[in-house]
């Protein structure tokens, strides 16, 4: 599975981006999506996490009630709202695909990754 991530860019404090992933050759419908962002030098953070059907969701404790995921399986897209960003959002943000049954945090269990987009915060 190829998924590709779109929508990154430069906002300010407090402002709002919304992040897209697709995958052009596969539908998403069956797998687990979920969102993580790295910075340089670090490990790959969970952000967060969407059951197959939409109705399961999970975040971190850093971006919930800011972040929201979602999908459209009609569109094959996964999205991330990010609301009321802050300076230490700014990292580059990967969408990833796992075979699970439920939303999954750990990293070690998606299977497929796109590439990333970089978000950056400015105050």
């Known amino acids: 599975v190829q998924l590709q991530a779109s929508g990154g860019g430069l906002v300010q404090a407090g402002g709002s981006l919304r992040l897209s992933c697709t995958a052009s050759e596969r539908t998403l419908r069956s797998y687990v999506m979920g969102w993580f962002r790295q910075a340089p030098g670090k490990e790959h953070e969970f952000v967060a996490s969407?059951?197959?059907?939409?109705?399961?969701?999970t975040y971190a404790d850093s971006v919930k009630g800011r972040f929201t995921i979602f999908r459209d399986n009609a569109k094959n897209t996964v999205d991330l709202q990010m609301n009321s960003l802050k300076l230490e959002d700014t990292v580059v943000y990967y969408c990833?695909?796992?075979?699970?049954?439920?939303?999954?945090?750990?990293?070690?269990?998606?299977?497929?990754w796109g590439q990333g987009t970089l978000v950056t915060v400015s105050s």
């Open positions: 969407i059951s197959w059907n939409g109705r399961t969701t």
């Open positions: 990833a695909a796992a075979q699970a049954l439920v939303v999954e945090r750990r990293t070690n269990k998606y299977d497929y």
